[in-house]
């Protein structure tokens, strides 16, 4: 019973749900805590720490500073609208590389569905002059049908997977537009559903020589692979500069 109502606490909180203590991996709860003077100020505790199923030492942090640190994350990740403009640019170029070896992959399909075409004509014509008995036939036509069915569905797999992925990387661009700005102007329950967008967790790490706190976090699907790979690799910041 007591935890569900820690559950519940913590999840009052528009961060609720998605903070992880950087050092154990344990869920971060929320917990009022009172100064000398009477008046509550919400922290946030390391779970793993509370209930002692970690060794962790993680301090209690307040939430603003939290909050602080979630807002200063998406101006990290935020695309402008030529900066999205120009990521777009540079993935359509993978694209293009990508559509030219389908197309090789199609001109093979294609040549091998009417080579077996060619080979259902055969076996009709030569079952018509008594070449080949029935049976034969019946057997030659369903291998030929089972492979041309097999062909098709890899031809129209392959023109929907690339128009998905087309479409897929349209949308992620622009949710990542000016996502800072966004995030700051709306309100709670709809700060919880970008941050559930956009973060599978989001890890609240703590420099023991600076005595300072960061941010490391695990993207959602699509995102992991665009802005995952983006700004590790330092293209955000490179983008952003030009």
Avoid: W
Wanted: hydrophobic content about 35%; aromatic content about 6%; glycine content about 4%.
């Amino acid at each position: 019973m007591r935890r569900d109502m820690d559950h519940q606490r913590s999840n009052q909180h528009y961060l609720g749900g998605s903070l992880h203590c950087g050092g154990c991996g344990s869920r971060l709860m929320l917990a009022p805590a009172k100064n000398k003077f009477g008046s509550l100020y919400p922290y946030y505790v390391c779970v793993g720490r509370v209930r002692k199923t970690t060794d962790c030492t993680r301090q209690a942090m307040h939430s603003e500073l939290l909050e602080q640190l979630i807002e200063d994350e998406y101006r990290t990740i935020a695309l402008s609208p030529d900066l999205r403009d120009a990521v777009d640019d540079l993935i359509q170029e993978d694209f293009e590389t990508l559509k030219e070896a389908s197309g090789r992959e199609r001109q093979l399909l294609d040549q091998q569905r009417i080579t077996l075409t060619a080979q259902r004509q055969k076996l009709h014509d030569a079952h018509y002059t008594t070449a080949i008995p029935l049976d034969l036939l019946k057997t030659e036509q369903d291998r030929i049908a089972s492979q041309l069915t097999r062909i098709q569905g890899q031809l129209d797999t392959a023109a929907s997977d690339f128009d998905r992925a087309k479409q897929l990387l349209a949308e992620t661009l622009d949710l990542a537009r000016d996502c800072d700005a966004a995030y700051l102007e709306a309100d709670d329950p709809t700060r919880r559903l970008f941050n559930q967008a956009f973060f599978t967790k989001i890890y609240i790490d703590d420099d023991q020589h600076s005595r300072t706190l960061g941010v490391r976090v695990d993207y959602q699907k699509p995102f992991d692979d665009l802005l995952g790979r983006l700004i590790p690799a330092g293209q955000h910041a490179r983008l952003r500069a030009k």
